[in-house]
């Protein structure tokens, strides 16, 4: 398992573009111990992110300050699972305004059913056709096409333009063929939020998250400059892998603290902290579906695993049940404020 200080050490170098303190922002500390305001936006792989662009480590954060960022948190949309029924800042103003490419024409995007992106990549064009075109074709098709596909789901691309002429804008964004998203011209005025981010030189990229949080931009003057705000963000959706050991200790240290607070008055089951079997493996073994209950002590120790053997051999059973009580974290169950012993049930379907 990778050193969780030094796989975290990189938040430090991750600085966001200041936005303006609402009225509920409160002081807190970086992992430097750098004191600074700002209010809770989201919990993002394993950092806590702010509303001015700041990431903390969630291990950085203390019990209280753990606490406190959940209950500010309470007020936050959560992502949707429909993108129709998103309510965040930037997902709302975009549903039903957007564009895409198709043939030599730009076409009606549908997103109903899609699940709302988490992170917003916004190209802001202009009517320098020169400008516009070396901000697309700087990410297009290589850049932008292999960070979708490490991280699908997560990100959309789109495109906003400031201050164009409606025939300058289908021609840049045609002739560029990107796979981004176009916001619709004429509606372009009613997406106050995402107007007010308009970089200070009217062109740019800018990455922000779905509630409108940046994080990287927007300089795109140069190719050198676009790339390096690719790469940042690269940088950071990689330390987000929900496969990542890494992410797993940092939420169980915030999940630990809020948990009992959350369920002071209640009871819940134990939380499994990431899925330790990998689909692919699964596939070359022959295993198509994967059930086990887990018996979780009050301190998280699993103290014994139950597979229900289905396509697996007394022997493979076994292995599995030894791999499980090694590979897996959990944050225990909890009952009324208190850390009880629980049990988990383990559910897991391959593809053929």
Request: aromatic residues 10%; proline residues 5%.
């Amino acid at each position: 398992m990778p050193h969780l200080g030094v796989r975290l050490a990189i938040a430090a170098a991750f600085c966001g573009v200041a936005t303006a303190a609402l009225a509920k922002s409160q002081e807190w500390k970086k992992a430097n111990g750098e004191v600074f305001e700002a209010e809770a936006s989201d919990v993002v792989g394993p950092w806590a992110l702010f509303d001015d662009g700041t990431l903390v480590p969630l291990n950085v954060l203390s019990e209280k300050d753990c606490v406190r960022f959940h209950d500010q948190l309470k007020e936050k949309p959560a992502r949707a699972t429909d993108w129709k029924k998103a309510t965040s800042a930037i997902s709302a103003e975009l549903y039903g305004r957007l564009l895409h490419y198709k043939g030599n024409d730009l076409v009606r995007d549908i997103e109903d059913g899609r699940m709302e992106p988490e992170f917003y990549m916004m190209f802001y064009t202009t009517s320098d056709r020169n400008q516009s075109w070396n901000l697309l074709s700087g990410a297009n098709p290589g850049r932008y096409a292999k960070i979708i596909n490490d991280h699908p789901d997560l990100i959309q691309g789109v495109v906003y333009g400031v201050s164009e002429d409606p025939q300058d804008y289908f021609d840049v964004e045609a002739n560029t063929k990107g796979d981004w998203l176009f916001a619709q011209f004429d509606n372009e005025t009613l997406m106050r939020r995402i107007q007010k981010m308009t970089p200070t030189n009217r062109y740019g990229l800018l990455v922000v998250t779905r509630d409108g949080v940046p994080l990287f931009g927007p300089d795109a003057a140069t190719d050198d400059q676009i790339k390096a705000t690719f790469d940042k963000f690269s940088a950071m959706l990689d330390h987000m892998r929900p496969d990542d050991p890494v992410v797993w200790l940092a939420r169980a240290h915030y999940l630990r603290a809020v948990q009992p607070v959350e369920y002071a008055s209640g009871r819940c089951d134990p939380l499994l902290m990431g899925n330790p079997l990998v689909e692919a493996k699964l596939r070359q073994l022959k295993i198509y579906q994967v059930d086990a209950t887990f018996h979780v002590a009050a301190d998280g120790k699993i103290t014994s695993v139950d597979i229900k053997p289905g396509e697996m051999s007394p022997e493979m059973a076994k292995m599995f049940s030894g791999g499980f009580q090694r590979g897996c974290l959990l944050v225990p169950a909890v009952d009324h404020g208190k850390f009880v012993d629980g049990t988990y049930h383990y559910h897991m379907d391959v593809s053929h």
